[in-house]
């Protein structure tokens, strides 16, 4: 088949490789002028790590990732809010802390060395369906040729999304973080966080060759009022509540070094119309709280593609693949929005309450448990778990 994915993000590269590795015709378009990567470091999970061993990948990342043994996060008194030790649900497994670069350019190799084609400055904004198939209308209003089906992998701002015509719920985070990367020892090996209350969060993710991706927990309105009281200020109150960071704040000189993001979750009635599915963020972006967004981007590829080969044709395919990922995918959204105004909000008691339950959860034995397997990646509803990718 002729196939368009719009987005050369992780999804959008995975399922290029995937589906041109089957045989199919695949185009990437990219709206970038040159595509790269973008933000800093992501957490890969035991579920994520098991798709990147099907492609072949998986030890080229692992050397050159930190091996994440059990994530951390204090109060900022000192006292321990949450500790997550991976082994504790079984022996051989870990998170990885993964420069999202060096993952993107894996997997950007071999969807090309597999024959996927990659046009970059192509903004797709809207699209045609005709009887003989989809054709993509493009920023610079070129109408490209027809395609079989779109794969939207066009990010949790996905331009698509509206234009499907699929009815969906977005909700704006009024919280976002600042973002950066640099040299830091201090943290090794874990998942670093530190809160104070709700409005402050901070966390060091290491992603290897002695880095840690840092991030500090902000709203618009705050980082307004942090610029305009200058960066010293600013890294002073990160080392106070964080001096695990002090390394990585030597090497800040300016807000110009940051990247501010901000949040949304999207929840849609549908993943799929008349000939284009949406997959990873542009299907089900969340706030990144539970660090599962590369990982069900993964998946999520992974999934359609088996879905594509046992069942061959468009509409078919999809049906299998929303049967098989709407109750793991509605899981993970419904929790991570229900978690996110616990770390991140101007609320007071969410933070109190938060601060005696997670405690008393992650040391009780039953509920740790269920924790260790959603940090896996392995829940697959409510009441289900699953150690292993979706198999057909």
Same mark, same amino acid.
């Given at each position: 088949m002729k196939i368009a994915i719009t987005g050369c993000g992780i999804a959008g590269t995975a399922a290029g490789f995937?589906?041109?590795? =089957? $045989?199919?015709? /695949?185009?990437? #378009?990219?709206?970038?002028?040159?595509?790269?990567?973008? %933000?800093? %470091?992501?957490?890969?999970?035991?579920?994520?790590?098991?798709?990147?061993?099907? +492609? %072949?990948?998986?030890? =080229? *990342?692992?050397?050159?990732?930190?091996?994440?043994?059990?994530? =951390?996060?204090l109060k900022h008194s000192g006292k321990r809010l949450i500790h997550l030790d991976y082994q504790q649900l079984r022996s051989d497994l870990y998170g990885l802390g993964v420069h999202r670069g060096l993952l993107f350019r894996s997997l950007l190799s071999l969807a090309k060395q597999a024959g996927a084609v990659l046009r970059e400055n192509s903004r797709v904004v809207d699209y045609t369906v005709s009887s003989s198939g989809i054709s993509l209308k493009l920023e610079s209003n070129e109408q490209t040729d027809s395609y079989d089906f779109i794969v939207a992998t066009d990010g949790s701002r996905s331009g698509l999304r509206s234009t499907s015509g699929i009815p969906h719920r977005a909700v704006e985070y009024e919280h976002g973080a600042l973002w950066s990367t640099g040299s830091c020892t201090a943290?090794?090996?874990?998942? #670093?966080? *530190? *809160?104070? $209350?709700?409005?402050?969060? /901070? %966390? +060091?993710?290491?992603? $290897?060759?002695? =880095?840690?991706? &840092? &991030?500090?927990?902000?709203?618009?309105?705050? &980082?307004?009022? *942090?610029?305009?009281? $200058?960066?010293?200020?600013w890294k002073a109150e990160v080392l106070r509540l964080c001096p695990q960071s002090e390394e990585l704040m030597a090497q800040i000189t300016s807000f110009d070094e940051l990247t501010f993001a901000t949040y949304r979750s999207v929840f849609m009635k549908s993943c799929w119309s008349d000939r284009i599915i949406f997959l990873g963020d542009a299907g089900h972006p969340t706030s990144p709280h539970l660090g599962q967004g590369a990982n069900l981007a993964l998946e999520d590829v992974w999934v359609f593609s088996e879905c594509l080969k046992q069942k061959t044709e468009f509409p078919s395919a999809c049906l299998l693949y929303e049967s098989l990922r709407k109750h793991k995918l509605h899981y993970y959204q419904q929790l991570t929005h229900w978690l996110t105004p616990f770390f991140q909000s101007e609320g007071i008691m969410k933070g109190w309450g938060r601060d005696i339950l997670l405690p008393i959860m992650s040391q009780t034995p039953v509920l740790r448990s269920q924790m260790l397997k959603t940090l896996c990646g392995f829940k697959s509803g409510w009441t289900k778990s699953e150690f292993h990718k979706t198999e057909l």
């Open positions: 995937l589906l041109a590795h =089957e $045989g199919h015709d /695949v185009t990437i #378009f990219e709206q970038a002028k040159q595509c790269g990567p973008a %933000g800093a %470091g992501i957490m890969i999970q035991p579920i994520g790590q098991s798709i990147l061993k099907s +492609l %072949g990948i998986y030890e =080229e *990342v692992y050397r050159q990732s930190a091996q994440l043994n059990y994530i =951390e996060a943290v090794s090996d874990k998942l #670093f966080q *530190v *809160v104070e $209350g709700t409005r402050k969060l /901070v %966390g +060091l993710l290491p992603i $290897g060759n002695s =880095e840690c991706s &840092f &991030f500090w927990g902000i709203s618009a309105a705050q &980082f307004e009022d *942090v610029q305009q009281k $200058g960066i010293e200020n």
